[in-house]
């Protein structure tokens, strides 16, 4: 049910029915505002409506990766996995869609391609691909990170006699590879969730890897009930303590000591219970220099080069897949359960596709500058147009001014990752310049939502209508994002944080990576001071 332009407009339109616009829709609506969603999907649910590849699992522990602003939520869900699954997530986050009502506001399979704002009368008009337009006096963007999946542009792709797949755009029922040659290509987060499942139904599997990876084990496991209960009733000092940390994951204070104070067995013997105990939060929160000193990284790196070591036989492959080009945590760490292990197994092959890169598609298969690789089935696991790609594929502007992909030709041009200078009443959740995909999502979606929110009902207290990021607010933002981002490991690696996996895109490190609770304080600075930096009217 698309508006037309007489309709009266709406006071927020939100693109994206992911994990944040429903907090948005739910939270501005709290506010008495009329509010409506648009997701480009069939169903709700963002990343964890379209990742569903074999072994899609979130990172972070279940007790944290969820919603928090409602304790009866949060009470009355159980999680059956320490890590939930993504079928898992997806029933979580249609629970939540049920329980708060919040369907009736939001229209599947409506891509919006347009948003134009009339300097005039301060109303934002959206256009779907289909040409419905509505209007609305706010426009927030929950257009996701990861929601614009790249497949490289290979020769031959098209003339391929199999059938190959996207990690991020999984059929809904799920693809049976049971007996056949299957490529996966990439060897980043989601390939190395994939890869041992289909290496159990596959007569054939070859992995090609054009850069190794840093992987820990996730130590997955059913969710012990005593230790949710007890969680459950630490709730709120969970909750409030996590905001204070780097990440948004209580349990991880932001760590003082450097990994070069104490002796190499203290460290290994730290190493080694980070190991066992699962996850990545724990390395990544270690030692204060981690992600700061070469040499301290190198520590951390070289423990986990030994293990790869250890859990891999054959030398020559283990040695292939060992990292080596970048320090451990720049990019994505992932987190696995049995990746190294699979190399084991006779009918897995890792071809090493940077000193041979696949040079076409071929109709049976994958042919590399070494050889062909007869293969029935590819999976590309090759990633995202991440974090500015949702956002540069609708063509949003001012009336008679440049799009905002063209704006962001440089790089993407923020005030704190939430607003756009020279775009005003628009708004973007877990946006570049915002620690969002560097901490856990769901804990920056309630925390932008809300500053949004307390800005809306800032404005409408105040008989305001219009509120922009000022050019000098937004320059000073991307030079202090710049400056910390400088001052950490981080901009070493080739990752997706630097625009590094699409060709073209400006290599700038777009996560704000000073913690999310260093973040929250400037947020709420910015706003105790009557929203400063910003041009209010
Ligand atoms: O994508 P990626 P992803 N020839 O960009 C390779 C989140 N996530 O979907 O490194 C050969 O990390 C590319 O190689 P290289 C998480 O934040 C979370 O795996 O560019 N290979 C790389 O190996 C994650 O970081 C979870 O040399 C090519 C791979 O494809 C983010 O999503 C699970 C190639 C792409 O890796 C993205 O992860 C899954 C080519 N032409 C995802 N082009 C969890 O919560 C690309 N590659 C656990």
């Keep these: 049910m698309a508006q037309s332009e007489t309709v009266r407009p709406l006071d927020v ?33 963002g990343t964890w409506f379209w990742n569903r590849y074999p072994g899609a699992r979130c990172d972070i522990e279940s007790m944290e990766y969820s919603y928090s602003f409602s304790d009866e939520l949060q009470q009355e869900w159980k999680w059956p996995e320490r890590y939930g699954t993504q079928p898992e997530i997806l029933r979580y986050i249609e629970h939540v869609a049920d329980r708060f009502d919040l369907r009736r506001d939001i229209q599947l399979n409506t891509r919006i391609a347009e948003a ?3 300097p005039d009368a301060n109303l934002w008009t959206l256009r779907t691909a289909a040409g419905e337009a509505v209007q609305a006096r706010f426009c927030v963007m929950a257009t996701g990170n990861l929601s614009t999946p790249r497949v490289p542009d290979f020769k031959g792709i098209h003339d391929f006699k199999g059938d190959w797949y996207h990690s991020g755009l999984w059929p809904a029922d799920g693809v049976d590879f049971t007996g056949k040659r ?18 159990q139904q596959a007569s054939h599997l070859y992995v090609f890897q054009r850069t190794a990876n840093f992987s820990l084990p996730a130590q997955n496991r059913p969710m012990d009930r005593q230790y949710e209960q007890s969680f459950k009733q630490s709730y709120p000092q969970r909750r409030q303590e996590a905001r204070q940390t780097g990440f948004g994951v209580s349990g991880y204070p932001v760590p003082t000591q450097s990994a070069l104070e104490v002796s190499a067995e203290e460290r290994r013997q ?10 990545s939060i724990g390395f990544l929160s270690c030692y204060s220099d981690f992600l700061v000193n070469p040499e301290a990284n190198e520590t951390a ?5 030994d293990k790869i070591r250890g859990l891999v036989r054959d030398p020559a492959v283990a040695e292939l897949l060992t990292p080596r080009d970048h320090p451990i945590g720049t990019k994505r760490l992932c987190l696995d359960s049995g990746y190294y ?8 092959t890792l071809v090493d596709a940077r000193s041979a890169p696949i040079q076409e598609i071929t109709p049976a298969g994958i042919r590399t500058s070494e050889r062909e690789y007869a293969v029935d089935a590819i999976a590309f696991a090759t990633g995202f147009d991440a974090m500015t790609g949702a956002l ?16 962001w030709q440089g790089g993407p041009q923020t005030y704190l990752g939430l607003t756009v200078p020279g775009f005003p009443n628009l708004f973007i959740i877990t946006g570049p310049g915002s620690p969002g995909v560097k901490s856990q999502m769901i804990h920056s979606i309630e925390q932008h939502t809300d500053w949004v929110a307390d800005c809306l009902a800032h404005l409408r207290d105040h008989g305001l209508s219009r509120i922009e990021a000022r050019p000098d607010a937004g320059e000073e933002w991307v030079a202090h994002v710049n400056e910390v981002a400088n001052s950490t490991l981080y901009p070493l690696a080739n990752s997706w944080y630097v625009g590094a996996n ?11 990576v000073a913690g999310v609770g260093v973040y929250r304080q400037k947020c709420d600075q910015v706003a105790a001071a009557g929203y400063e930096g910003f041009e209010l009217s």
């Design 301 to 305: 790196a070289e423990f986990v080069r």
């Design 392 to 407: 540069r594929e609708i063509d949003i502007r001012v009336e008679g001014g440049p799009a905002l992909a063209d704006s």
């Design 13 to 45: 339109v939100i693109v994206g029915a992911g994990l944040g616009g429903l907090y948005a829709l739910h939270k501005l609506r709290g506010l008495g505002m009329t509010v409506r969603v648009f997701e480009a999907g069939s169903g709700i649910g």
């Design 341 to 348: 292990e699979t190399y084991n197994r006779d009918n897995v």
């Design 270 to 279: 730290k190493y080694e219970a980070l190991w066992a105990r699962g996850g």
């Design 116 to 118: 134009r704002f009339d």
């Design 182 to 199: 299957v490529a996966v290509v990439g060897t980043g987060s989601s390939a190395i969730q994939m890869i041992p499942l289909i290496a």
């Design 502 to 512: 699409i060709p073209g895109k400006p290599r700038i490190f777009m996560p704000y």
